[in-house]
């Protein structure tokens, strides 16, 4: 059974930059097609996807954080990782990390969240 | 981007009753839609996928059906523990995804 688990700082200041990881277990994270990505959600809102990565295979963004964003994967910690510069209080929200089962795949695993506030 | 809208935004519903979901995207997504539970505190739960396929484990009461731009997910004979917000996402334009803004079912 797969497990993801996010981690990092809780309160991150304006203007600097926040930086998760997400640990997978119950399996290799290179091994397969299989996408981990970024999900975060503000507080009583809807879900958006952030970006993913493919072990060898590449890196897609959301255009509208691209410019902010980037993930990053150490498959000798089983671990991907995420960082979003220049954050304001619009990038408070629960972080979440998750897995596609590949192109054209829902996502099907998820970490519990982490919730990060931006504040100083 | 792909704009998914739900609707409605909350539908109160007694507990045994059915509940019918929406979920219209701005442009075809052919069977590339997912649907997901989230309770309070929790991550989602991947519900249906490719429209109307139950992801495993979930009961047969939550059905999925549409195609393109228009999709419903239907659960028939709400208990308790379905009370919940349901997002629906599409995958088909990737490799961006979009989610819908979200359903919640809430008890009459």
């Known amino acids: 059974q797969v497990q993801l688990q996010e981690s990092g700082p809780g309160l991150v200041k304006p203007s600097q930059t926040l930086s998760l990881t997400c640990s997978v277990s119950?399996?290799?994270?290179?091994?397969?097609?299989?996408?981990w990505s970024w999900i975060r959600q503000p507080a009583g809102k809807g879900l958006e996807w952030i970006g993913r990565?493919?072990?060898?295979?590449?890196?897609n963004y959301n255009p509208s954080l691209k410019s902010r964003v980037s993930i990053s994967v150490d498959t000798s910690k089983n671990q991907f990782f995420l960082r979003l510069s220049s954050v304001t209080a619009a990038d408070t929200a629960v972080y979440y990390c998750?897995?596609?089962?590949?192109?054209?795949?829902?996502?099907?695993?998820w970490g519990q969240g982490t919730l990060v506030t931006v504040s100083s | 981007e792909i704009v998914m809208t739900q609707s409605p935004a909350t539908l109160s519903v007694s507990p045994g009753d059915g509940a019918t979901l929406s979920c219209r995207a701005s442009?075809?997504?052919?069977?590339?839609l997912a649907w997901y539970q989230q309770k309070p505190g929790q991550a989602p739960r991947l519900l249906i996928y490719?429209?109307?396929t139950r992801a495993t484990g979930i009961p047969v009461r939550f059905s999925g059906s549409g195609s393109g731009t228009e999709f419903t997910l239907t659960i028939s004979g709400l208990q308790s523990e379905d009370f919940a917000v349901y997002f629906c996402?599409?995958?088909?334009?990737?490799?961006?995804?979009?989610f819908g803004g979200g359903t919640k079912v809430e008890i009459k």
């Open positions: 442009q075809s997504v052919s069977y590339n």
């Open positions: 119950g399996g290799s994270i290179s091994r397969g097609s299989y996408y």
């Open positions: 998750a897995r596609e089962s590949g192109y054209w795949f829902p996502f099907d695993y």
């Open positions: 490719g429209a109307s």
């Open positions: 990565v493919l072990v060898g295979g590449g890196i």
């Open positions: 996402q599409q995958y088909d334009n990737w490799p961006s995804l979009t």
